[in-house]
């Protein structure tokens, strides 16, 4: 099926750290993109957003970076902590309107 | 209800058997979706409703899998002659619109279906 790449798959850093996690893309005519955030056992919940006129979008403790150059997506985490544990994804909007996701990345924080 | 509900949560068949797995959106949705997650794995996208549109089936892996949108609201995702490799959490998720302004694309997810074919 169709995804988004995704380098990836565990990140791990020390609680208080701030947390990096990338995403490559393929379809430069995407104009929408979303990262998710999947916690063990559940569905994934939304995170971020940003539409392809940005190139940065903050939220609370989270900033999405979006550079259309390369194709490349990327999430910081500020002063991680132990909830941030959670598989990370990367999502797409194609112009046919649906969401495609990437593979996803494994945040683990150590205390 | 207050968010995406899938039913069952878990479900265990015979390989060859048939399996219906339901969504409930978030009323007022337009956009529906259909993922299938394996074990450690991204989600691969299935299907996608949107409105009175003709569905966009792409992503359906093979003819043994079909949705259907009934009423513009629940949906059905239904496997036939189920085979091992089917075995993966099934996602349903909704939003306002498959597209818009800020927090209009966001999509809401169920708990999932956890199908295992023995």
């Known amino acids: 099926g169709e995804s988004v790449g995704l380098h990836l798959p565990t990140l791990s850093v020390q609680e208080g750290d701030n947390s990096i996690i990338n995403c490559a893309y393929s379809n430069s005519a995407s104009d929408y993109f979303i990262w998710y955030k999947q916690e063990s056992g559940k569905g994934p919940q939304f995170i971020i957003d940003i539409r392809s006129n940005m190139d940065k979008r903050q939220g609370q403790r989270v900033t999405v970076l979006l550079n259309k150059t390369v194709k490349h997506l990327s999430l910081q985490i500020a002063a991680t902590q132990p909830g941030d544990s959670a598989v990370y994804f990367c999502?797409?909007?194609?112009?046919?309107?649906?969401?495609?996701f990437g593979t996803g990345t494994r945040l683990q924080v150590f205390p | 209800g207050a968010g995406v509900s899938q039913s069952p949560s878990n479900k265990v068949t015979e390989k060859g058997k048939d399996v219906e797995l339901r969504c409930d959106p978030i009323?007022?949705?337009?956009?529906l979706y259909w993922y299938r997650q394996s074990l450690g794995q991204g989600l691969e996208f299935l299907i996608y409703f949107q409105g009175n549109s003709a569905p966009d089936k792409s992503g359906l892996p093979s003819d043994r899998f079909s949705a259907e949108r009934t009423g513009g609201s629940v949906s059905t995702l239904t496997i036939q002659r189920t085979q091992q490799e089917d075995s993966a959490v099934y996602l349903c998720?909704?939003?306002?619109?498959?597209?818009?302004?800020?927090?209009?694309?966001?999509?809401?997810f169920g708990q999932g279906t956890r199908l295992t074919v023995v």
């Open positions: 999502a797409e909007l194609h112009n046919t309107d649906k969401l495609i």
């Open positions: 998720a909704s939003s306002l619109s498959g597209r818009g302004g800020f927090g209009l694309t966001e999509a809401f």
């Open positions: 009323s007022g949705h337009t956009a």
